[in-house]
């Protein structure tokens, strides 16, 4: 029982690089969220996505993409890594039928440099 | 105004001493309201959950909810060391509507228990 998968755990990017944030789940949830998590600042929403082909923008979107094109996939896109972007990223799903919860992936940290 | 404010703590006790760990939200909408357990370098993990006003009881563990005040607390009956960890309240909406169960969440409070 994998429940949300994060990849990498670790990165160091250099300032204007790229990469991709793999997130999978095997929960069949319809819901999924990207957060990213800085010291003493809590979770901030990324984008979120209720469904394969659905995404929208949370309270944080600059310099993200994402795209559903499964259930069980939800990529997270850094386009020219800029040093505001090192923190910590959290993956997490959550089930329609349930109004409370998420299930986190275990974050994967990232440093710009 | 943040939607959810969270005592920032960080908080350190003694093993067997009762904790109480607190936060306040602006947003009438909420219902759901959680407290997730983060340990270090993990991801967090939903510890309590309660719907509008009233208490849960899991354990050691209390969850208290009061809409008219807007605040939402966590007590920690007789702390342990494995208590040790980061505790961050959430609320939302629901999964229905336009919320699709997004959750805003507050700062964490960083708790030590030390034997």
Same mark, same amino acid.
């Given at each position: 029982?994998?429940?949300?998968?994060?990849?990498?755990?670790?990165?160091? !990017?250099?300032? /204007?690089?790229?990469?991709?944030?793999?997130?999978?789940?095997?929960?069949?949830?319809?819901?999924?969220?990207?957060?990213?998590?800085?010291?003493?600042? /809590?979770?901030? !929403?990324?984008?979120?996505?209720?469904?394969?082909?659905?995404?929208?923008?949370?309270?944080?979107?600059?310099?993200?993409?994402?795209?559903?094109?499964?259930?069980?996939?939800?990529?997270?896109? !850094?386009? !020219?890594?800029?040093?505001?972007?090192?923190?910590?990223?959290?993956?997490?799903?959550?089930?329609?039928?349930?109004?409370?919860?998420?299930?986190?992936?275990?974050?994967?940290?990232?440093?710009?440099? | 105004?943040?939607?959810?404010?969270?005592?920032?703590?960080?908080?350190?006790?003694?093993?067997?001493?009762?904790?109480?760990?607190?936060?306040?939200?602006?947003?009438?909408?909420?219902?759901?309201?959680?407290?997730?357990?983060?340990?270090?370098?993990?991801?967090?993990?939903?510890?309590?959950?309660?719907?509008?006003?009233?208490?849960?009881?899991?354990?050691?563990?209390?969850?208290?909810?009061?809409?008219?005040?807007?605040?939402?607390?966590?007590?920690?009956?007789?702390?342990?060391?494995?208590?040790?960890?980061?505790?961050?309240?959430?609320?939302?909406?629901?999964?229905?509507?336009?919320?699709?169960?997004?959750?805003?969440?507050?700062?964490?409070?960083?708790?030590?228990?030390?034997?």
């Amino acid at each position: 029982n994998a429940g949300v998968t994060q990849t990498p755990k670790f990165r160091i !990017l250099k300032i /204007g690089q790229s990469m991709t944030l793999q997130c999978t789940q095997d929960m069949n949830h319809n819901y999924m969220y990207w957060y990213r998590q800085d010291p003493g600042m /809590g979770l901030k !929403l990324i984008y979120y996505s209720v469904g394969a082909g659905i995404t929208d923008k949370g309270e944080v979107p600059n310099g993200y993409n994402v795209s559903r094109s499964t259930t069980e996939d939800f990529p997270l896109r !850094l386009e !020219l890594a800029a040093p505001s972007q090192t923190s910590v990223y959290f993956c997490a799903s959550s089930s329609t039928r349930q109004s409370y919860g998420y299930t986190f992936g275990s974050g994967t940290r990232l440093t710009v440099v | 105004q943040k939607e959810v404010e969270q005592d920032p703590g960080p908080l350190s006790v003694p093993e067997g001493a009762i904790v109480s760990l607190n936060c306040t939200y602006s947003n009438s909408a909420f219902q759901y309201f959680m407290w997730y357990r983060q340990y270090s370098r993990k991801g967090p993990e939903l510890l309590m959950y309660t719907y509008s006003s009233g208490n849960k009881e899991d354990g050691r563990f209390t969850a208290q909810v009061d809409k008219s005040s807007k605040y939402i607390s966590l007590f920690i009956r007789d702390s342990q060391p494995s208590d040790s960890a980061t505790y961050l309240c959430a609320s939302g909406s629901g999964a229905g509507g336009t919320s699709y169960g997004k959750l805003t969440f507050g700062q964490g409070t960083i708790l030590t228990v030390h034997p």
